[in-house]
């Protein structure tokens, strides 16, 4: 039925497909043609170890079965139903998603088609839940790239389309201790104190703009791909409590760092936290089907219960999309797919130790669960990125290059490594990958200011 033969893709490619974050004269796609559990292969048959769950999302790996089983047979029975339907799979997949999040708590499920949309209706639902406009998220953060989630995402992605973007955004800054800006001259404060800190400077902005006007505060509980920033314990419980004071939504984003990524079922969970609302996406059918989420607790659902809540979308709750949900959740229970990604946590935590004694490029590592990135530095001591801010250099390009050139596929972000694998990863893979880091972390050890 799709009949082309390997050496037909590129040159088409090339004519009719116009790829997103890319000038399209300097795009080189690799053409994918089959994958399976943590590799995929290219239509040259070169193997690639996928460190970056293709978009951080294929958390069980490629080729499951039961999950393909579970959409081919929603497909042969009921592929669509409209909006204002339901139907058997869309009552199942609520009730697997509302039991899974943190206590149970959040038990109305809103089913959108990916991360971004599941933030922008998360962000009506807190206006409209709280009758307040502003909303307030982090300088590090990405929530999407649709008007709203692009206003909200604190990153550079967002000043390339201001100033149309939607209005009433407030950022702040995050808990980042490599580069604390509260804390250069104090880089031995105790956790508690620098949670602290940054706790403080978010009630001041609060106070500053007014808490009346704040609906939510929106943010990944791990930053993703601006630095797997980790907050220090006593941070998302301090935030928890600010929120509780001045009666604003917290909003979790839990797109990338859900879905057992950082060992947990849902990254909040590491600290003991229940958010009002969350968003989720990316894991939650690994990418077998498009689709996102909004978790949200039963008095934010009750509001509109004589309100009518005024969005929507064609696609909500597709039932193949569901079908994939159920189907991988399952998945991720029978085969334990949470606990694997907490043990292999540990070992990567070791191996990304070891990589930062062994070269001196790497200035600084961070991972929770298989959530792992190193940092890469010219200068150990003045902390000089080895590529400026929202920008590339030679050395993280070869970097890259070399990764790929041997058959290990990974995210570079300006100057550091992602390492995001699907979460059946075993010890001995992760070791393969660790091999070819090994290797080429030796060409930014070059760049090394001695």
């Given at each position: 039925m799709f009949n082309l033969p390997d050496d037909e893709i590129m040159p088409l490619t090339r004519e009719h497909v116009f790829f997103t974050w890319s000038a399209q004269a300097k795009v080189n796609p690799i053409a994918v043609k089959r994958a399976k559990g943590v590799y995929f292969w290219d239509t040259a048959d070169k193997r690639y170890l996928d460190f970056n769950s293709m978009t951080m999302c294929v958390n069980v790996g490629h080729g499951n079965e039961r999950i393909i089983q579970a959409m081919q047979q929603q497909v042969a029975e009921l592929p669509y139903a409209a909006p204002s339907m339901t139907n058997k799979i869309r009552a199942l997949a609520s009730k697997a998603v509302a039991e899974i999040t943190p206590?149970?708590?959040?038990?109305?499920?809103?089913?959108?088609?990916?991360?971004?949309?599941?933030?922008?209706?998360?962000?009506?639902?807190?206006?409209g839940y709280t009758g307040r406009h502003k909303i307030l998220a982090r300088y590090r953060s990405y929530h999407g790239a649709s008007a709203g989630a692009m206003a909200a995402t604190g990153d550079p992605r967002r000043t390339a389309w201001e100033p149309n973007l939607m209005t009433g955004v407030v950022h702040f800054l995050d808990p980042y201790r490599y580069r604390s800006t509260f804390h250069r001259t104090n880089p031995n404060i105790s956790d508690a104190d620098f949670a602290q800190d940054y706790l403080n400077h978010l009630e001041e902005i609060i106070l500053y703009e007014g808490p009346e006007t704040i609906a939510a505060i929106l943010m990944e509980s791990v930053t993703g791909t601006n630095g797997i920033i980790i907050p220090p314990d006593g941070y998302m419980q301090g935030v928890r409590r600010l929120c509780d004071k001045?009666?604003?939504?917290?909003?979790?984003?839990?797109?990338?760092?859900?879905?057992?990524?950082?060992?947990?079922w849902f990254a909040i969970q590491n600290w003991d936290v229940v958010p009002d609302i969350m968003t989720m996406a990316k894991g939650l059918t690994s990418a077998y089907a498009p689709l996102g989420a909004v978790a949200m607790k039963p008095e934010i659902a009750a509001h509109f219960d004589n309100?009518?809540?005024?969005?929507?979308?064609?696609?909500?709750?597709?039932?193949v999309s569901l079908?994939?949900?159920?189907?991988?959740?399952?998945?991720?229970?029978?085969?334990?797919?949470?606990?694997?990604?907490?043990a292999m946590g540990q070992i990567l935590h070791k191996k990304l130790a070891d990589l930062g004694e062994s070269h001196p490029s790497v200035g600084d590592v961070r991972s929770i669960g298989l959530f792992g990135i190193l940092e890469l530095v010219k200068d150990r001591k003045t902390k000089e990125p080895m590529a400026p801010f929202n920008g590339s250099s030679p050395e993280m390009t070869a970097f890259k290059k070399y990764c790929f050139d041997h058959g290990l596929y990974l995210d570079v972000h300006w100057h550091t490594g992602l390492i995001i694998p699907p979460l059946i990863i075993t010890e001995e893979q992760l070791a393969e990958g660790f091999d070819v880091l090994d290797k080429a972390l030796e060409i930014t050890d070059k760049a090394v200011t001695a």
């Open positions: 206590g149970g708590a959040l038990t109305k499920i809103l089913f959108t088609l990916g991360g971004a949309d599941a933030n922008e209706n998360a962000i009506k639902l807190a206006r001045y009666g604003i939504v917290m909003i979790a984003d839990e797109v990338m760092a859900g879905f057992g990524r950082t060992g947990k309100v009518a809540f005024k969005s929507g979308l064609t696609y909500t709750s597709h039932p079908a994939a949900a159920v189907a991988n959740i399952q998945v991720m229970k029978d085969e334990k797919v949470v606990e694997n990604a907490a």
